[in-house]
Every structure is written in structure tokens, then in C-alpha cells.
């Protein structure tokens, strides 16, 4: 495992944020497992976590306007840090006011961050202009299987539909995504699922 302190790498054109290593789940397709970076990236094992003025410091070497998307992505729930992804959106709507703002999310922080109040997800709706969850299955049972949520309880399934439905309510682009790591039979109940509560589904090809 190499570490380093890679806060911002770029990807498909767009910019991606990496504030955090923490994650509460270990799901079967993650990136983490095969190599240190992703797509190409340096390392994003961080030595340690990125204070406010670093992130800023990293933001103010690239040119903002410039990207597609800007996306709190990186190798970590990014949501595990929840006060902390607020607050540095609010600074680039600031500094950009143009940039569109999207967040990669399990959907679960209402489970597990202390930052969390019962409000978590209306809040990341009101902050961010996309809000990408993944879904992972149509079904809590291949849900769990998929996803491997740690000392979570069983309702962590039905608790990211609650979030992903409140974040759309709040006026985020709300999207769910799968990986094609599950058969063509639980894809389409997850696309059931998806269409159920009006969000749009992604198939990502699994990559390792």
C-alpha cells in the first residue's frame, strides 16, 4: 500500500476530490482491492486526512471552471467526514460559482456519521447538484452480499432508498448505479426498484 497525499486527480474529464480513506462497507467490486490509485491516478492511500486549508490549497491549482463535474470521490465515503464535504462544497459554489458539484455516495450516512443528526440527507440534496448511490442490488438480501456494510444493521438497504428519495426531494440530480458483478436477473430487479422510486439507474462494467 502506498500512501501519499493525492487530494485531486482527474478522471473522464472531470475533477475528483479525495478528503477521505474511511469506508463503512467492503464492497466486492471495490477499486481499493486491485491497485493504489484509480484509473491511471497516483496513489490516494492518504497520510493522513486532508485539513480544510489543504483541500483549498489543492482546489486553487486547478482551474475549476474548467471541468465537466467536480466530484467528492476518492478512495473513501466521503460522507464519512459529512460536515467536512459540506463545508468544502459551500467554498467551491464560492470560488466557482459555475462548477457543477457531485458527490459518489453509499447513501448510509445516516447509519453511521457522527456528523449525522437525521437531517444528513437533505442536507447533502440542498449542497450538491448530483448525487450519485450506489444501489448495488434491487433487494436487501444481494444488497448485503454486494455491498458487505460493517456492524451496519439490516435495514441498511431500505435507509439509502430513504436517503437517496430524500436527496432528490431536497433538488439534487439524484442517480442510482450498479456493477455488473450481479446476474442479468438481479440487475433488472434493481432497475425495478430504481424506476419504483423515479431515480435513474447506471450499469457500471466491473472493472479489476
Known amino acids: 500500500m502506498k500512501k501519499a497525499m493525492t487530494l485531486t486527480y482527474e478522471t473522464g474529464g472531470n475533477l475528483y476530490l479525495n478528503v477521505t480513506n ?3 462497507c467492503a464492497c ?6 486491485n491497485d493504489d490509485g484509480a484509473y491511471g491516478s497516483d496513489p490516494l492511500w492518504l497520510e493522513h486526512e486532508p485539513t ?4 483549498q490549497a489543492a482546489l486553487a ?3 475549476l471552471a474548467s471541468y465537466p463535474e467536480i466530484v467528492f470521490c476518492g478512495y473513501g465515503e466521503p460522507t464519512m467526514r459529512l460536515n467536512f464535504v459540506l463545508e468544502l462544497a459551500a467554498y467551491i459554489r464560492k470560488v466557482c460559482p459555475t462548477a457543477v458539484i457531485r ?3 453509499n447513501g448510509l450516512t445516516e447509519l453511521y456519521s457522527q456528523d449525522a443528526d437525521g437531517t444528513a440527507a437533505e442536507r447533502v440534496g440542498k449542497a450538491f447538484d448530483e448525487v450519485s448511490i450506489s444501489l448495488n442490488g434491487g433487494n436487501s438480501e444481494v444488497y448485503n452480499r454486494v455491498t458487505r456494510p460493517k456492524g451496519l444493521p439490516e435495514n441498511a438497504f431500505d435507509t439509502m432508498l430513504t436517503f437517496a428519495q430524500t436527496c432528490k426531494a431536497a433538488g439534487a440530480n439524484v442517480a442510482f448505479t450498479v456493477v455488473d458483478v450481479i446476474t442479468p436477473e438481479e440487475i433488472a430487479e434493481a432497475q425495478a426498484k430504481a424506476d419504483a ?3 435513474p439507474l447506471h450499469v457500471r462494467a466491473y472493472i479489476s
Open 22 to 24: 474511511q469506508c463503512p
Open 28 to 33: 466486492v467490486f471495490c477499486i481499493r482491492k
Open 52 to 55: 480544510m486549508a489543504e483541500m
Open 61 to 63: 491549482e486547478r482551474d
Open 103 to 105: 458527490i459518489n455516495t
Open 197 to 199: 422510486v423515479g431515480i
